[in-house]
């Protein structure tokens, strides 16, 4: 049974970077699509980022575009995602999701697969 656990999360000045990382065992990373997600304080679940298993088919949401770069290392059964100029507003539970689909979405009803989150809070 596949286990994803995040980690990397922490508090960050505006402008700053932090580099997520969602470790799996029990299975091969590699053969599923990732993706990543986020829940701000009273706010609904959303999406940031997905990745297909070949580590193509990579999708961004528009509030991140060109600052959040997601990447997957097959050796260490780990996908990352790098958060760069981070904003106030991107401060939120951020959780990786995995599952067996050719090809990734952003769509969070098509995972089944979710680690317990790791929060990111950005302030001054």
């Known amino acids: 049974q596949l286990q994803l656990v995040e980690s990397g999360g922490g508090l960050v000045q505006p402008g700053g970077s932090l580099r997520l990382s969602c470790v799996a065992t029990?299975?091969?990373?590699?053969?599923?699509?990732v993706a990543w997600f986020r829940q701000a304080p009273g706010k609904e679940r959303e999406a940031v980022s997905c990745?297909?298993?070949?580590?193509?088919?990579?999708q961004y949401v528009d509030s991140v575009k060109d600052r959040f770069t997601i990447s997957r290392d097959n050796a260490r059964n780990t996908v990352y995602l790098q958060l760069n100029n981070l904003k106030p507003e991107d401060t939120a539970i951020y959780y990786c999701?995995?599952?067996?689909?050719?090809?990734?979405?952003?769509?969070?009803?098509?995972?089944?697969?979710w680690g317990q989150g790791t929060q990111v809070t950005v302030s001054s």
């Open positions: 999701a995995a599952e067996s689909l050719h090809i990734a979405t952003l769509d969070e009803t098509d995972y089944s697969r």
């Open positions: 029990g299975g091969t990373l590699s053969y599923y699509s």
């Open positions: 990745s297909s298993s070949s580590g193509g088919g990579t």
